[in-house]
């Protein structure tokens, strides 16, 4: 018999996404005002919880999702910022106004393969743009393109911790240089965009170790916390049964 209950093992999708419907709400209502920072443990349901507001979004907003936990650099990150949203058809005006302003970015846009994917034009626009050298000019004007018109961007940004660890092991400046612009960018006085950034539970002390702390003090903190008892009960007796099905 086909069991419809909660399946273990990878993010929770569709109808295996089990018991966080309240989390799901509280963030939905944060991001009417707030960017939000996510914080729990690994393995701990921060990706299934951003997943889901990616299945099932809510007006105003479009949601994006990038996992950013190979990325080393600063660059890296714009690239994978623009290549998230210039392979969508509705931030298609980013793409049309780059091409206005910058005359070598026209060119590149005109040339690049009408089915590219988003891996093939991380690819392109690391070997035939300056974006990774320009990278904090770049993110500012996508930011600003972003900050009118519709739809809204919600960008569900995962595994920020591990991403910032890693630029940390590079350069404490880029870090540094990375986290002030991404900052400024959320708190631009006229931006629309919203951001959902998964974190670690160490992230907050580890920033204030360096003194950075103050580059995520914009961020409404929700902290992931274990089901409540029943809850926890529901979901045992779910997979349970299931197993007993099958």
């Given at each position: 018999?086909?069991?419809?209950?909660?399946?273990?093992?990878?993010?929770?999708?569709?109808?295996?996404?089990?018991?966080?419907?309240?989390?799901?709400?509280?963030?939905?209502?944060?991001?009417?005002?707030?960017?939000?920072?996510?914080?729990?443990?690994?393995?701990?349901?921060k990706t299934g919880a951003m997943c889901r507001?990616?299945?099932?979004?809510?007006?105003?907003?479009?949601?994006?999702?990038?996992?950013?936990?190979?990325?080393?650099?600063?660059?890296?990150?714009?690239?994978?910022?623009?290549?998230?949203?210039?392979?969508?058809?509705?931030?298609?005006?980013?793409?049309?106004?780059?091409?206005?302003?910058?005359?070598?970015?026209?060119?590149?846009?005109?040339?690049?393969?009408?089915?590219?994917?988003?891996?093939?034009?991380?690819?392109?626009?690391?070997?035939?743009?300056?974006?990774?050298?320009?990278?904090?000019?770049?993110?500012?004007?996508?930011?600003?393109?972003?900050?009118?018109?519709?739809?809204?961007?919600?960008?569900?940004?995962?595994?920020?911790?591990?991403?910032?660890?890693?630029?940390?092991?590079?350069?404490?400046?880029?870090?540094?240089?990375?986290?002030?612009?991404?900052?400024?960018?959320?708190?631009?006085?006229?931006?629309?965009?919203?951001?959902?950034?998964?974190?670690?539970?160490?992230?907050?002390?580890?920033?204030?170790?360096?003194?950075?702390?103050?580059t995520i003090n914009d961020l409404a903190v929700?902290?992931?916390?274990?089901?409540?008892?029943?809850?926890?009960?529901?979901?045992?007796?779910?997979?349970?049964?299931?197993?007993?099905?099958?």
């Amino acid at each position: 018999m086909e069991s419809v209950l909660p399946v273990i093992g990878g993010v929770p999708r569709g109808s295996d996404y089990f018991g966080r419907e309240d989390l799901i709400d509280r963030l939905w209502s944060k991001l009417a005002r707030d960017s939000v920072l996510l914080v729990a443990p690994r393995r701990f349901g921060k990706t299934g919880a951003m997943c889901r507001m990616l299945d099932q979004p809510r007006a105003p907003f479009r949601p994006r999702y990038m996992n950013v936990e190979y990325i080393m650099s600063a660059a890296d990150f714009t690239v994978e910022l623009m290549a998230t949203l210039l392979t969508d058809r509705q931030f298609a005006r980013i793409g049309h106004a780059l091409w206005d302003q910058t005359k070598e970015f026209g060119a590149f846009l005109r040339n690049l393969p009408s089915s590219v994917d988003v891996g093939g034009l991380k690819v392109e626009l690391r070997d035939k743009t300056d974006v990774r050298q320009n990278w904090m000019s770049y993110g500012e004007r996508v930011m600003s393109l972003l900050s009118k018109g519709e739809p809204r961007l919600l960008l569900l940004v995962d595994e920020f911790a591990v991403m910032i660890n890693h630029i940390r092991g590079r350069s404490s400046e880029e870090m540094e240089q990375l986290l002030r612009w991404f900052r400024r960018a959320r708190t631009a006085p006229d931006t629309q965009t919203r951001f959902v950034i998964g974190g670690s539970i160490n992230l907050v002390s580890t920033l204030d170790s360096v003194s950075l702390v103050d580059t995520i003090n914009d961020l409404a903190v929700e902290r992931l916390k274990p089901f409540e008892p029943e809850v926890a009960r529901s979901f045992v007796m779910a997979i349970h049964y299931g197993f007993q099905e099958e």
